[in-house]
């Protein structure tokens, strides 16, 4: 476990590496450079020539490189070109609505996709069992902004039972609450239909298997050999895919976070692209691509914890 | 030799045709399949005869009718600057229809080049270019598209970029797995004896493989690459207004949602229903070339 998980921390680092220089190379990929796109059209050579001297686009580009990782390992993600304040700590402020609107969203997906998968395997073929995969296919198929859009057109604007939009009264839970409801619903549904699929079709291949005959041959009660034999070892791929599934759902809060207005890392990145403000725009992606690798190794490494075919094949 | 083969190959030529057909017949008798088919139908057919169905020029601007119900002139109503939605819904399907064709084509060119190098090039490039693809899937798809529109700018080219560059990792891991598991393969190492070609074993003996389950990926991805395609004109950062997009549709009826809430509904029912149609017949597709990945 130990050498599984150093190998699998070393990967981390160097796809993030990577990811970073990847960002970085693509100012330099492009024609024209960060100071006009961030000054447009209109600047004066000048201007141009003091926002690019701020922003150390003077230097040569391996210093800006080192420069640029450098900072990000100190926690500076350079300054804001319009308001003048560290990027990073606008990214910090931003941050707590878009962790709190992904876990939520992927806690509910999860939860009731693992409820409707087990339900399915326990009966399979049933109508009920098909009516819950095709549903869980269109689930999967149709956008989470397009869900977004339909629920706040139901349930904010035609039936109005729940705010619209903004994120709630700071330190009123229950407002707070509230307003994380349609965009939790929004961004989790396409998963609910995606983990009720993996794990019925995971469930299904480990009731076939010689330990849940053995259980059954002991006479143990049929709702204990689901739940206790067959579900611990079937929820193994569904814990190896949550990674993935954080970075779905950071997609989506973009989206969900635009059509409620909260002020999440999804529309600083969205209203800083209007801007044309682009170190802030780099350093929510790089912040949000970091949350999505450590994620992806947290669940990886759970994995492995949990299930030591996966060590033994890295 | 050629002789026998002239005689063989039309032997051979007629079953997999044969076999095709089957396999058709059996996606348009499965209800999802047939559902698909016609939903993937009526999206292609509508995207292509546009110009002649369109009952209004789709830019055509008519201010004092702006924002009209649906009616039996208007049958989804009218926008903020009184344009037919139907005809703009009818045009942005040729636009979800151009994106998706072109993404997925240039992808899947792009992902099978990737993967067969990786595949049967040597340890180190694999290893190289699994880093590059690995840290391309790094960053949440949205995000990425941002960061390249925050530096190149929006455009409907910017949108075919980044849906292919982000589309590329999937498509080259298939092929390449596949490569390395046929590289060792006797009728591979027969043809390496027989004096063949590096282009030669890639392209006629390990490509055929590949394919079948490329194909199938490549279906299910047209309905991702609509959704990003819509999803990044509704933001305003995809197809530039006032081209008609399903995108822009939404962004205009999001803007009016209090008032005129059928703008919405009618930008959003075409993404639904190509996107579940696509699915649709993309599972359904799996369940039949696919026997190993059976739903049951």
């Given at each position: 476990m130990l050498v599984y998980t150093a190998k699998r921390i070393g990967l981390a680092l160097v796809i993030l590496l990577l990811a970073m220089t990847l960002l970085f190379s693509m100012i330099y990929l492009?024609?024209?450079?960060p100071a006009s796109i961030a000054l447009g059209?209109?600047?004066?050579p000048e201007m141009k020539a003091a926002l690019a001297a701020r922003m150390g686009l003077d230097q040569p580009i391996p210093m800006q490189l080192t420069n640029f990782i450098g900072g990000v390992l100190r926690g500076d993600l350079g300054v804001d070109v319009w308001s003048n304040r560290p990027v990073a700590r606008i990214i910090l402020e931003a941050l707590p609505h878009t962790l709190a609107l992904t876990a939520l969203g992927l806690g509910w997906s999860v939860s009731l996709g693992i409820v409707l998968g087990c339900f399915s395997a326990t009966h399979r073929g049933n109508w009920l069992d098909r009516v819950i995969g095709v549903v869980s296919v269109s689930a999967i198929a149709v956008p989470s902004f397009v869900v977004a859009l339909y629920s706040l057109l139901v349930f904010?604007?035609?039936?109005?039972?729940?705010?619209?939009?903004?994120?709630?009264?700071?330190?009123d839970l229950g407002d707070q609450l509230r307003h994380l409801i349609l965009p939790a619903f929004a961004i989790g549904l396409g998963w609910v239909g995606y983990i009720a699929r993996l794990v019925r079709a995971s469930m299904l291949e480990v009731m076939g298997e010689n330990h849940i005959r053995t259980a059954r041959a002991f006479g143990l009660p049929e709702r204990r050999i689901v739940y206790r034999y067959a579900l611990t070892v079937a929820i193994l791929p569904t814990v190896a895919l949550l990674g993935v599934g954080i970075g779905n759902l950071l997609s989506g809060a973009v989206f969900a976070e635009i059509v409620f207005a909260r002020p999440g890392v999804g529309k600083l990145i969205y209203d800083s692209v209007l801007n044309r403000n682009y170190p802030v725009v780099m350093g929510a992606v790089l912040v949000t691509t970091m949350l999505y690798v450590l994620a992806t190794l947290i669940a990886d490494l759970l994995a492995a914890l949990l299930d030591p075919r996966v060590r033994a094949n890295f | 030799m050629s002789a026998q083969t002239s005689e063989l190959a039309p032997a051979l030529a007629g079953e997999p045709r044969t076999a095709l057909a089957d396999a058709l017949r059996r996606v348009v008798r499965d209800p999802l399949g047939a559902l698909g088919s016609a939903l993937v139908l009526v999206f292609v057919l509508s995207a292509v005869l546009a110009p002649w169905i369109a009952?209004?020029?789709?830019?055509?601007?008519d201010v004092p009718g702006r924002?009209?119900?649906?009616?039996?002139?208007?049958w989804l109503g009218t926008d903020n600057l009184g344009r037919d939605v139907f005809s703009r819904v009818l045009f942005g399907g040729r636009i979800a229809l151009t994106v998706a064709l072109t993404a997925v084509g240039l992808s899947l060119a792009a992902g099978i080049l990737l993967g067969l190098i990786a595949g049967y090039g040597p340890r180190w490039l694999d290893n190289l270019l699994l880093l590059l693809l690995d840290s391309v899937r790094a960053f949440p798809v949205v995000m990425f598209a941002l960061a390249v529109i925050t530096v190149v700018g929006p455009s409907l080219q910017t949108v075919i970029l980044v849906v292919v560059v982000t589309s590329i990792p999937a498509y080259a891991r298939i092929v390449r797995t596949q490569t390395l598991s046929l590289r060792h393969t006797e009728f591979i190492l027969a043809e390496r004896a027989l004096g063949a070609g590096v282009p030669r074993i890639l392209l006629v003996h390990i490509l055929p493989n590949v394919i079948g389950p490329l194909l199938i990926l490549a279906s299910m991805e047209i309905p991702v690459v609509i959704t990003i395609e819509a999803g990044l004109s509704f933001l305003g950062?995809?197809?530039?207004?006032?081209?008609?997009s399903w995108g822009n549709i939404l962004s205009d009826g999001y803007a009016f949602i209090r008032n005129t809430p059928w703008l919405v509904i009618a930008g959003g029912i075409p993404v639904v229903l190509t996107t579940l149609g696509f699915t649709f017949l993309g599972e359904t597709l799996r369940d039949v070339f696919d026997p190993r990945l059976r739903r049951d």
């Amino acid at each position: 476990m130990l050498v599984y998980t150093a190998k699998r921390i070393g990967l981390a680092l160097v796809i993030l590496l990577l990811a970073m220089t990847l960002l970085f190379s693509m100012i330099y990929l492009v024609p024209g450079d960060p100071a006009s796109i961030a000054l447009g059209p209109r600047a004066t050579p000048e201007m141009k020539a003091a926002l690019a001297a701020r922003m150390g686009l003077d230097q040569p580009i391996p210093m800006q490189l080192t420069n640029f990782i450098g900072g990000v390992l100190r926690g500076d993600l350079g300054v804001d070109v319009w308001s003048n304040r560290p990027v990073a700590r606008i990214i910090l402020e931003a941050l707590p609505h878009t962790l709190a609107l992904t876990a939520l969203g992927l806690g509910w997906s999860v939860s009731l996709g693992i409820v409707l998968g087990c339900f399915s395997a326990t009966h399979r073929g049933n109508w009920l069992d098909r009516v819950i995969g095709v549903v869980s296919v269109s689930a999967i198929a149709v956008p989470s902004f397009v869900v977004a859009l339909y629920s706040l057109l139901v349930f904010a604007v035609a039936l109005k039972w729940l705010p619209a939009i903004g994120a709630g009264q700071a330190g009123d839970l229950g407002d707070q609450l509230r307003h994380l409801i349609l965009p939790a619903f929004a961004i989790g549904l396409g998963w609910v239909g995606y983990i009720a699929r993996l794990v019925r079709a995971s469930m299904l291949e480990v009731m076939g298997e010689n330990h849940i005959r053995t259980a059954r041959a002991f006479g143990l009660p049929e709702r204990r050999i689901v739940y206790r034999y067959a579900l611990t070892v079937a929820i193994l791929p569904t814990v190896a895919l949550l990674g993935v599934g954080i970075g779905n759902l950071l997609s989506g809060a973009v989206f969900a976070e635009i059509v409620f207005a909260r002020p999440g890392v999804g529309k600083l990145i969205y209203d800083s692209v209007l801007n044309r403000n682009y170190p802030v725009v780099m350093g929510a992606v790089l912040v949000t691509t970091m949350l999505y690798v450590l994620a992806t190794l947290i669940a990886d490494l759970l994995a492995a914890l949990l299930d030591p075919r996966v060590r033994a094949n890295f | 030799m050629s002789a026998q083969t002239s005689e063989l190959a039309p032997a051979l030529a007629g079953e997999p045709r044969t076999a095709l057909a089957d396999a058709l017949r059996r996606v348009v008798r499965d209800p999802l399949g047939a559902l698909g088919s016609a939903l993937v139908l009526v999206f292609v057919l509508s995207a292509v005869l546009a110009p002649w169905i369109a009952p209004y020029e789709p830019n055509a601007i008519d201010v004092p009718g702006r924002l009209q119900g649906p009616s039996l002139a208007h049958w989804l109503g009218t926008d903020n600057l009184g344009r037919d939605v139907f005809s703009r819904v009818l045009f942005g399907g040729r636009i979800a229809l151009t994106v998706a064709l072109t993404a997925v084509g240039l992808s899947l060119a792009a992902g099978i080049l990737l993967g067969l190098i990786a595949g049967y090039g040597p340890r180190w490039l694999d290893n190289l270019l699994l880093l590059l693809l690995d840290s391309v899937r790094a960053f949440p798809v949205v995000m990425f598209a941002l960061a390249v529109i925050t530096v190149v700018g929006p455009s409907l080219q910017t949108v075919i970029l980044v849906v292919v560059v982000t589309s590329i990792p999937a498509y080259a891991r298939i092929v390449r797995t596949q490569t390395l598991s046929l590289r060792h393969t006797e009728f591979i190492l027969a043809e390496r004896a027989l004096g063949a070609g590096v282009p030669r074993i890639l392209l006629v003996h390990i490509l055929p493989n590949v394919i079948g389950p490329l194909l199938i990926l490549a279906s299910m991805e047209i309905p991702v690459v609509i959704t990003i395609e819509a999803g990044l004109s509704f933001l305003g950062l995809g197809v530039r207004p006032p081209t008609p997009s399903w995108g822009n549709i939404l962004s205009d009826g999001y803007a009016f949602i209090r008032n005129t809430p059928w703008l919405v509904i009618a930008g959003g029912i075409p993404v639904v229903l190509t996107t579940l149609g696509f699915t649709f017949l993309g599972e359904t597709l799996r369940d039949v070339f696919d026997p190993r990945l059976r739903r049951d």
